[in-house]
């Protein structure tokens, strides 16, 4: 069985330095190390950020795509592949801005993946614009009077869109976000993990201080119910989002994989795609 130093590989990330993508990568190998997987049976496609250059960080298969196109390609590699594992990954602005299309569909679709967003609440890669999770008044070089243009609550979103596993960490909080990531891989269907993770650099507002400061921990509720759908809705709009741990978990649906009919359940790698002479002169007959 592959420990977490197993996922290491020799790439150094570029991030800077106090970064909260570095815990969540340290995580994301940790929780791949627990759940019993080996690197070559996990695939790790990220889009376009500081944070997409995740998935050249660890010892597996990866995929560094194109902004806001990471659930797309992580979709089809699960299809194609079901024996893989597949970690799908983006900050903020990739996932919630030019990216939240397919994040909505990919939702509702209910994929067996899951998707990490490391949500620091600013453009970084770009050095320091609003993003969608910006809050009002937030000055940055895009909105140097202040934004005027309400947050983005991707939780709310999530559970409108039918989400079958919702979670939300903090990067500082590695135990709580390694436990998080565990239960996601092991959730069958689509599992949406939030990360706040601070921008050092240009973020000065929405700090590893003020994140400890406002968030609210669902451990300090004992009797709180995660597959209570209503009951989720409520605490995350009683909080405004800032609440940590198993938001929402609905095991009873289906994967959208384990419904398909006509496909072999181990998907299209596994499978003897080889046509015979007669098989090609069907399909070429049926273009003329």
């Not at 929405?206 to 119910?225: A, G, S």
């Not at 006509?262 to 003329?288: I, M």
């Amino acid at each position: 069985m592959a420990t977490f130093k197993e996922f290491r590989n020799n790439v150094k990330p570029n991030w800077c330095p106090g970064c909260g993508d570095f815990s969540v990568q340290a995580a994301i190998q940790r929780a791949a190390a627990n759940v019993g997987l080996e690197p070559e049976s996990l695939a790790v496609i990220s889009g376009i950020g500081c944070s997409g250059r995740i998935s050249g960080y660890i010892n597996a298969y990866g995929l560094h795509g194109i902004h806001g196109r990471a659930l797309p390609i992580a979709q089809g590699v699960k299809l194609a592949n079901r024996e893989l594992t597949v970690i799908a990954s983006g900050g903020d602005g990739d996932g919630f801005a030019i990216g939240m299309g397919h994040t909505v569909h990919a939702i509702r679709r209910n994929i067996d993946l899951t998707y990490i967003v490391m949500d620091n609440q600013i453009y970084g890669l770009t050095k320091g614009q609003t993003s969608p999770r910006s809050a009002e008044g937030f000055k940055t070089k895009s909105t140097p009077e202040g934004s005027i243009e309400s947050t983005l609550s991707p939780l709310e979103i999530a559970m409108s869109a039918g989400a079958t596993f919702i979670a939300q960490s903090f990067s500082s909080d590695l135990k709580q976000l390694t436990a998080l990531i565990e239960a996601g891989l092991n959730h069958k269907g689509f599992s949406l993990i939030n990360v706040f993770s601070p921008c050092v650099t240009f973020n000065k507002v929405n700090t590893y201080d003020w994140f400890k400061e406002n968030i609210v921990n669902l451990d300090q509720f004992p009797d709180y119910d995660p597959s209570n759908r209503i009951a989720a809705m409520n605490k995350i709009m009683e909080t405004n989002g800032m609440l940590t741990g198993l938001i929402y978990q609905n095991k009873e649906r289906q994967s959208y994989e384990s419904m398909i009919g006509g496909f072999q359940p181990e998907g299209l790698a596994n499978q003897d795609l080889a046509l015979s002479q007669e098989q090609f002169a069907k399909l070429v007959a049926e273009f003329k």
